[in-house]
C-alpha cells in the first residue's frame, strides 16, 4: 500500500500555492499523509530540483512523490507519471524527475498524464501541481493504476538531464558543481570515494583548480573545523565533496553556479 505523498516545488512560502496543493489532497485523500520535501527550490531551477529529490528519495518511504519546478509551466510541455522502484514520480517531463528515477532503480514503466477526468477542474494553465498533480497523485493514493491516467510513454522517450559524473585522471579528481544550497555551499559531482582513491584523507590539504584559478583548501568532516570566514572542503551528507565557507557563502565567493568545472588533487 502507498503510505505516502511527498511535495517538492519551487512555490515558495510567501504564498497559498503550496497549501492549495495540501488541500486538494485531503479534499480527495483525508487519509493520505504528506511529506514536504523543499518548497524553495531557486523559480524555475530544474536541476536544482532534481538533486534536491534524488538525495531525498532514499530516506522517503515509497510512496506517490509530486515534483512541480517548471520554467515552461503553462506551455505544451506534457505531464508524466513514471514508475520506478515501488514508487510513481509525477511531475513535468522536463527532466526534473530523472536523477530521482535513477536513484529509484530505473524507470519501469511511464504514463503521460492526459486523462481529465482525474483532474480538478477548472484547470489552470499555470498552476498544474494543483489542478493536475495533486488530485492525480490523491487518486493514485486511492487506488487509482498509473495506466489510467493516459498513454504510455517508452521509458526511453523521457526527458532526462545530463548525470553529474566525475573522472579519476593523472592523480586528480574531475567533475562538476551540481548544486548550490541555501548556505552557499557548492555541492561537487565528486564522491569522497574518489579522494579516497588517490589517498587523500581528511585533514589533508587539496588543490583545487577552477577553470584558471588555483587554491589549496583544508579537508575537514565539517565546515566548522576552520575559523569563520575560511573555506573549507568536507564530505556532505550525500557522500559527496562540498566546497563552504564557515558562515559564509562559497559560491559567491568563488563564482561556481552549478555545472562549473572543478579539479581537486592531493597536495603532499
Known sequence: MT?????????GLEDGYVAACHGV???IAPEARVIDVCHLIPAG????GAAVLAQTIPYLPAGIHIAAVDPGAGASRRAVAVEA?????IGPDNGLLSWAVHAGGGAQAAHEISNDQHFLRPVSPTFPGRDVFAPVA???????????????IPVGRLVSLPEPTSRLREGSVEGEVVSVDRYG????????????ALGVRVGDTLGVRLGRRQLSLPYRETFSAVPPGELVAFEDSAGLIAIAVNSGDAAQRLGLPPGAHVRLSPIS
Request: aromatic share 6%; glycine share 14%; net charge negative.
Open 3 to 11: 503510505s505516502v505523498i511527498t511535495l517538492l516545488t519551487d512555490y
Open 25 to 27: 489532497i485531503a479534499g
Open 45 to 48: 531551477d530544474v536541476r536544482r
Open 85 to 89: 522502484g515501488g514508487r510513481v514520480f
Open 138 to 152: 490523491a487518486r493514485l493514493y486511492g487506488g487509482l493504476s498509473p495506466a489510467e491516467l493516459g498513454p504510455e
Open 185 to 196: 555551499n557548492t555541492q561537487l559531482s565528486i564522491a569522497a570515494g574518489d579522494l579516497q
